[in-house]
């Protein structure tokens, strides 16, 4: 299965994204995308962004949630 990745800056988070627990947004976004619209995700993030990793088959659902979420 391909893969494809999306990645959010970190400094571009806007309310209610709290910068400052990025293991609590992480959870929240991948759960978001598990329980919304069934994309299972593998999130990781460093000090400037957060990647996402998704089947580049279900890259339509998941932009179009985190669209939804105000990351994208």
């Not at 309310?15 to 299972?40: C, F, H, K, N, Q």
Request: proline share 6%; charged share 30%.
């Amino acid at each position: 299965m391909e893969t494809s990745t999306i990645r959010i800056a970190i400094r571009g988070l806007n309310e209610p994204w709290d910068t400052s627990r990025i293991p609590a947004v992480l959870d929240e976004i991948e759960a978001s995308l598990r329980e919304e619209v069934g994309v299972p995700a593998r999130l990781t993030a460093d000090s400037m962004t957060i990647a996402i990793d998704v089947a580049t088959d279900r890259l339509p659902d998941a932009a179009a949630l985190l669209r939804d979420l105000g990351l994208i």
